[in-house]
């Protein structure tokens, strides 16, 4: 199982200030993503990455861009936080194709915007 | 677009076995079928998956329908610690990866 890690884990921040959502992690996989997911609400993909220099957006439109400069590490950032940006941000990594690419996820950020 | 229906809630007593129906009747031949839980709005924890055949390991046991039309996955004996949403995934191919159709999961609440 992949050792995935996500700071904060809950950020209370006002409207306008700009705002990174740290991801790592250490089992080397290639390929990582990162989910959206309201409460009580399903999880949905906004951002995904093949490896180093690589990240595609998602089903679900998002305002936060990503960067992967580091096979371990895929932040996510948004310029100017909003209220409706309020939610919970999921990570993940998958091993390679001959192990399956099954996903594992991160505790997951709770950001709350006021 | 969720191509999962699952039931919203279901309870089972502790001790015995839990059995979660997942509906799938639109997937395709080469897309497995993932279930993943979720306490307390943690990260989703991966439980099994399959293609067509059922599949056994340490935390359950999952039975895909002959046509893989739907799928069952089996809590053998349920604890308090069990208790938690429980999400039927089809994996979708995209270009050099695949993604996750969340749907909206399955509640379960396991009783002393």
């Known amino acids: 199982e992949a050792d995935i890690y996500q700071t904060p884990r809950y950020l209370v921040i006002g409207t306008g200030k700009k705002i990174t959502l740290e991801c790592s992690q250490t089992?080397?996989?290639?390929?990582m993503y990162w989910y959206q997911q309201d409460p009580g609400m399903e999880l949905h993909l906004i951002h995904y990455?093949?490896?180093?220099?690589?990240?595609e957006k998602g089903d679900l439109s998002s305002e936060s861009t990503v960067s992967r400069i580091r096979t371990e590490h895929f932040p996510l950032t948004l310029e100017s936080a909003r209220p409706s940006h309020t939610s919970q941000y999921l990570c993940a990594s998958s091993a390679p194709a001959p192990l399956g690419e099954t996903q594992y996820f991160g505790p997951g950020t709770r950001l709350l915007v006021l | 677009d969720a191509k999962t229906t699952q039931p919203t809630s279901m309870d089972c007593a502790e001790g015995r076995a839990a059995n979660l129906p997942c509906n799938h009747s639109?997937?395709?031949?080469?897309?497995?079928v993932y279930w993943y839980r979720q306490i307390h709005s943690q990260g989703p924890q991966y439980i099994i998956h399959g293609l067509k055949n059922n599949e056994t390991n340490e935390m359950a046991s999952l039975i895909i329908t002959e046509d893989r039309k739907s799928s069952t996955l089996i809590l053998p004996h349920a604890t308090l610690r069990d208790t938690a949403v429980y999400y039927c995934?089809?994996?979708?191919?995209?270009?050099?990866?695949?993604?996750?159709?969340f749907g909206t999961g399955t509640r379960l609440k396991v009783l002393a």
């Open positions: 089992m080397g996989h290639d390929k």
């Open positions: 995934i089809v994996r979708v191919a995209i270009s050099g990866t695949y993604k996750y159709i």
């Open positions: 990455s093949y490896g180093v220099n690589s990240t």
């Open positions: 639109t997937i395709s031949g080469n897309e497995y």
